[in-house]
């Protein structure tokens, strides 16, 4: 279908498919050798190698997360000592209106909630998801990348990127297929 | 892992593999896969449906008459202000803990054993949470009206919470707990909900799991946050899971009762909560792995290895009855030295000493590596000991307050049917969840189990020549 014309034709990239983990860390690497920049890998595991060879940094989702849980203790803090001591500030037995030891095991764990929903959230947020629709389903051997299958994409808009070329190029790295990926 | 062929005799169970032999990513998919994607429903799922779905309506019926008549069905009352429904409170938050300790924990201990059977022990913990939630939100008698007093909402007279009292405390912990057990389950399910995307035959199935799996599509980039995320919810989840049962226990530690006013309760809680939780995951994982065939996941090093859990939780549990029963002595306060007797010879006597018995006695058994490798056996003594942890809190709770300070007030508790109706109700509540999720739900995490396999590994860089 896309094989005439391939400027004419909405083109998102040319995909290899490969048998192993490691077939697709070394066709990776040599498409990063070859000065392809804007690739992507899929894979039916997390592998560790496939981001640093690529992407080459790490996501920011740490910072978000320690920004989520300073907020969090903040607002458990914040909530029980307005509440406490400006808002309804009780007399019981005299005891004092702050009495922030109490209120540390609360901002403990709203530290905790919202640690844990910034990483979640910000992980989907920063992966952007939900996302209904993305090319790579087109291709129907893609069903393969969440069982046994792993798969390399060179996309169209890589400066490199020349339809015949790369299909060669990909071809050349061992892969057991490799498919145009209509956009 | 793979030179572990052989270790099939209970005699080198040790070096039982985490995964047996002779599998690839294919087959462990497709083993997981084709539970929820069958077409035809099991007849023993359908039998066990029944029955916990029975039970599931008791608890309605008992729920139900609750609201309509009011607290007083249950049995308790002054002096035993606080039974059954923070008996069983305590019990299924207990219960909980294993999932989160086998998810979190673990993975910062880098224990493989745990891949399979996190997720199913994850849904054990949000159904235990859910099943404790009814009780404190069901003995307030109007649960409608239980916002202004556990949430901090300023009532109509502009009042808050008492944000000093423990019991708001464990508001925060357990709702804390509910939702990142929630969200840390459902963020596992994802990669993998995405498979049943893809293996899905009908339109049906296909939508549904690609409305769940938002997308997903494995790509590095999208591994890399994922596995980052992973590990922050485990490094958050660990001084969480420690936190919560540390603050279900200041519910008793911080009042000034004989029999709960301690400093040991914290860990002794902790501890006696992974205990259960891990007896609760045996009961469940061994009829689970005969029944699905799942033995090539959940191998006799996982039970071995559970087993080991509870024996070591066990002993620190019965650390904790040893110290009590010394404070009472050591104290040289009479009203300690009163609860401690009371515990061991007064009118609850018979369940202090089932107590001991069970949780001190029958516990040794499990230093046997030929009652850990016995799965009948291992099966009773599980259900023993979830049963021996229901009795601590009910020996806790009840003997503690039944001799009052002044022997004027001094009374019995005596559990109602709807006592009774309400705990076996939650039970119900517990399988039926349970049930539902091993029908619809991928039960042991496909693409955790595939990267213990030797064809996940990767040559190391410097090796990776051509």
């Given at each position: 279908m896309a094989h005439a014309a391939p400027h004419e034709n909405p083109l998102y990239g040319v995909m290899a498919e490969f048998d192993s983990v490691q077939a697709l860390v070394d066709g990776s690497k040599r498409a990063v050798a070859a000065g392809f920049t804007r690739m992507e890998a899929y894979s039916p595991i997390p592998v560790e190698e496939l981001n640093d060879i690529?992407?080459?940094?790490?996501?920011?989702?740490?910072?978000?997360?320690?920004?989520?849980?300073?907020?969090?203790?903040?607002?458990?803090?914040?909530?029980?000592?307005?509440?406490?001591?400006?808002?309804?500030?009780?007399?019981?037995?005299?005891?004092?209106?702050?009495?922030?030891?109490?209120?540390?095991?609360?901002?403990?764990?709203?530290?905790?909630?919202?640690?844990?929903?910034?990483?979640?959230?910000?992980?989907?947020?920063?992966?952007?998801?939900?996302?209904?629709?993305h090319p790579v389903f087109n291709v129907e051997r893609f069903s393969m990348a969440s069982s046994d299958k792993f798969f390399l994409v060179i996309e169209a808009h890589d400066p490199m990127f020349d339809h015949g070329a790369t299909t060669r190029f990909l071809q050349e790295q061992g892969a057991k297929g490799v498919y145009d990926v209509a956009a | 892992m793979a030179n572990n062929v052989h270790a099939q005799s209970t005699a080198t169970a040790v070096l039982d593999p985490v995964i047996a032999p002779g599998h690839d990513f294919e087959t462990v998919t497709e083993a997981v896969a084709q539970i929820p994607l069958a077409r035809r429903t099991p007849l023993g799922w359908v039998f066990g449906f029944l029955i916990a779905f029975a039970l599931l309506m008791g608890l309605q019926l008992a729920l139900g008459n609750l609201l309509l008549t009011g607290i007083g069905i249950w049995g308790n009352n002054v002096p035993v202000g606080w039974a059954f429904d923070i008996i069983n409170f305590v019990w299924w938050i207990g219960i909980g803990h294993a999932g989160t300790l086998i998810s979190a924990i673990l993975l910062l201990f880098k224990q493989q054993w745990r891949m399979s059977i996190s997720r199913f022990a994850e849904a054990m913990t949000i159904f235990a949470v859910a099943c404790a939630a009814i009780f404190p939100i069901f003995h307030t008698g109007r649960p409608w009206l239980a916002a202004y007093w556990l949430f901090p909402y300023p009532n109509t007279m502009g009042l808050w919470p008492q944000f000093r009292s423990p019991l708001i405390w464990d508001v925060f912990a357990v709702s804390t707990y509910a939702t990142v057990s929630v969200v840390f389950w459902y963020v596992g399910l994802v990669p993998d909900l995405a498979t049943m995307r893809d293996r899905a035959i009908s339109t049906f199935k296909k939508r549904v799991f690609g409305v769940l799996s938002l997308g997903w599509r494995g790509s590095a980039r999208h591994w890399h946050r994922y596995e980052v995320a992973s590990l922050i919810l485990a490094g958050i989840s660990t001084p969480l899971v420690l936190s919560v049962h540390t603050v279900v226990s200041f519910d008793f530690a911080v009042s000034v009762l004989p029999g709960w006013h301690a400093t040991i309760f914290p860990p002794y809680f902790v501890a006696g909560a992974i205990y259960s939780g891990f007896a609760m995951v045996l009961s469940l994982a061994i009829p689970i792995r005969a029944a699905y065939r799942l033995e090539d996941f959940i191998t006799m090093r996982h039970i071995d290895n559970m087993a080991k859990v509870m024996l070591a939780t066990g002993l620190m549990v019965g650390y904790g009855y040893v110290m009590e029963a010394f404070f009472g002595w050591y104290s040289a306060n009479q009203y300690e030295r009163f609860m401690i007797w009371n515990r061991m010879t007064g009118p609850y006597a018979w369940s202090y000493w089932t107590l001991i018995s069970v949780n001190i006695g029958m516990v040794q058994l499990l230093w046997f590596q030929a009652v850990r490798q016995n799965l009948k056996l291992l099966f009773v003594v599980s259900l023993f000991v979830n049963f021996g942890m229901w009795l601590e809190r009910f020996v806790i709770i009840v003997t503690s307050l039944h001799r009052d300070f002044l022997p004027s007030s001094w009374g019995m508790y005596y559990p109602t049917r709807w006592d009774l109706l309400t705990y076996f109700g939650t039970i119900g509540l517990f399988l039926t969840l349970f049930f539902l999720f091993m029908r619809f739900v991928p039960m042991i995490s496909m693409f955790e189990v595939r990267t213990l396999l030797p064809q996940a590994k990767v040559k190391p860089e410097h090796h990776g020549g051509h």
């Open positions: 690529i992407h080459k940094k790490r996501t920011k989702l740490s910072t978000l997360t320690l920004m989520g849980g300073l907020t969090g203790m903040a607002t458990g803090f914040g909530l029980q000592y307005w509440a406490s001591a400006i808002e309804y500030p009780m007399n019981v037995g005299g005891r004092p209106y702050a009495t922030w030891t109490a209120f540390v095991i609360p901002s403990y764990e709203l530290t905790i909630l919202f640690s844990a929903l910034t990483a979640a959230i910000g992980m989907f947020a920063l992966n952007g998801l939900p996302q209904p629709y | -």
